[in-house]
């Protein structure tokens, strides 16, 4: 099994920045991918990036491209997501997941338990 913890989250203004971890424990496995994505109240949940675990390949939604980074450090079996340019649409509970590399939530087994992230005017 893989236990995923985000943390990270909270408040901040728009147009500031803030990063996410994503801490992952027991097993672990160099050929999973790890993805992010993010569900806002009253909305689907929706792909934010993936990164393969075992590759350097990295994924964006449009929304976020360009002011979001996923990256990782495969030592302390993290995730990361760097959030800039935060806009109010961001706001949500973003969770970690792993999985195939994929842009769809069907492609993630694990997940994590979500932290908020809320992007205030």
């Known amino acids: 099994q893989v236990q995923l913890v985000e943390s990270g989250g909270g408040l901040v203004e728009a147009g500031g920045s803030l990063r996410l971890s994503c801490a992952a424990s027991?097993?672990?496995?160099?050929?999973?991918?790890m993805g992010w994505f993010r569900q806002a109240p009253g909305k689907e949940r929706e792909f934010v990036a993936a990164i393969n675990w075992s590759d350097i390949n990295t994924y964006y939604a449009d929304s976020v491209k360009g002011r979001f980074t996923i990256s990782r450090d495969n030592a302390k079996n993290t995730v990361y997501l760097q959030m800039s340019s935060l806009k109010l649409e961001d706001t949500a509970v973003y969770y970690c997941?792993?999985?195939?590399?994929?842009?769809?939530?069907?492609?993630?087994?694990?997940w994590g338990q979500g932290t908020q992230v809320t992007v205030s005017s």
């Open positions: 027991g097993r672990t496995f160099s050929s999973r991918a």
């Open positions: 997941a792993s999985g195939r590399y994929s842009s769809s939530s069907t492609g993630y087994d694990y």
